[in-house]
């Protein structure tokens, strides 16, 4: 037994039919679970390994999705070919929201799992045997993108007592296409909570972070070109402000100063110049930061542009 990773936890498999997108959420009392647990290829599937566990289903289970196995013929195949059968627990999903788990008979108790449509929960040493069963609930009742979900699955785990253990660390893993619609071999949102004496929500505070982010990238997107219309910049700013609610400019002004370059941009001055000035304001340091953004190419090479901004 000394050879086998012991990573007792719960966790969730899923599939979003709408987006296409795959992902994996983990919560454990175990030093960087992220680490172990959760596996995702976009067009490919999803996998969680996890109990007494073996890497190994993670890279393996993605390679025979992708060489075109159901979830359940893929970790059909890995489990019979595994002497330690019954002290895993796997789940996977695939492209297709096919959904496949096992929940070995020596997994230590209280140990189990609920599948639905295109997801799996499955979780071992809990504190008590409801926690797969609220996970499933709260999933499928949840509203939100498939990270918000997979989070609020997690935290109905919490709710039902976790790990018996406690709590330490988790992860969230979801893989989608990039901007352009082709494949893209980065995540599209990679978080892990390492060590945190409340981890979940440390969690939901990234989770927040990231859409923040995600807000303002796609706020920015909307000003880029050449020809950006009283309707794009109304719905840029609109966006944007999702980004604020989220993030607000005393936490960190830098998305307030990022829209207001990006205003500058597509010729919106006039309305950019109170966001640099909201900016300064906080931390005077961007003032210093615009000239240093012309050679760049990131601001015009327009001298009365740049004084107008730095002199707000």
Known sequence: MKSINLVPTYSIVAYDAETGQLGVGVQSHYFGVGRVVPWAEYGVGAVATQSFSEYSYGPLGLDLMRAGKTAQQTLDSLVASDKLRDLRQVAMVDAKGNTAVHTGAKCIQGAGDKTGEGYSVQANLMLTETVWDAMAEAFEGAKGDLAERILISMEAAEAEGGD??????????????????????????????????????????L???????????????????DEVDDDKVKEANEIFAKSVNLLPPDKNPELVFWHAVSLVEAKRLDEALPLFKQVFEIDDKWRELVPRLVPSEVLPDDEDVIKKITGV
């Open 164 to 205: 018996i253990r406690g709590k330490q660390s988790v992860a969230m893993l979801v893989v989608s296409e990039d901007r352009t619609g082709s494949k893209s071999s980065a995540p599209l949102l990679r978080l892990h909570v390492e060590d945190h004496e409340e981890p979940l929500p440390e969690m939901r505070r």
């Open 207 to 225: 989770l927040n972070l990231h859409n923040a982010y995600q807000f303002q990238a796609k706020a920015s997107g909307l000003l880029e070109g």
